[in-house]
């Protein structure tokens, strides 16, 4: 066991959410699960069991991850914003979170982790 937080991941896509978890295996972060929607995710939130999250802005049919990152934000656990190319500014309220952009390296997401966790 690394020590690390686990990480939710809350992308829509499966075969990136399955890349995701192949990185954060590598990189020692136990993977919390994969949630694809809204619902799912802000119930996985108020579950907990998880130090962080990857959130990707847009899920399926352009639904809009800003709720999940108001839970994610209340329960005191830090993310990144997941993005291949968001043109919207974020909600104020989340206007620092750090941003992963697409498409996804194995660099990119420990850098990001990195940032996330103030390494």
């Known amino acids: 066991m690394s020590g690390k937080p686990a990480v939710l991941i809350v992308e829509d896509e499966p075969l990136i959410a399955m890349m995701l978890e192949d990185f954060l295996e590598m990189l020692d972060h136990p993977a919390a699960g994969n949630v694809d929607n ?4 802000v119930a996985r939130v108020g579950q907990g ?7 990707d802005v ?3 049919g352009g639904e ?3 709720p999940v990152a108001d839970a ?3 329960a005191g ?16 309220r989340h206007a620092a979170a750090p941003v992963l952009n697409k498409p ?3 660099d990119g997401v420990a850098a990001a982790l990195g ?3 103030g390494q």
Do not use: E, K, N, Y
């Not at 656990?77 to 104020?92: C, E, K, S, Y």
């Open 104 to 106: 996804f390296t194995m």
């Open 38 to 41: 809204v619902a799912d995710a």
């Open 49 to 55: 069991g998880f130090g962080a999250a990857i959130l």
């Open 77 to 92: 656990i830090p993310f990144l914003l997941a993005t291949g190319g968001h043109v919207d500014p974020p909600p104020a």
């Open 58 to 60: 847009h899920l399926r």
């Open 115 to 117: 940032r996330l966790f």
């Open 72 to 74: 994610l934000a209340d």
């Open 64 to 66: 809009p991850s800003w």
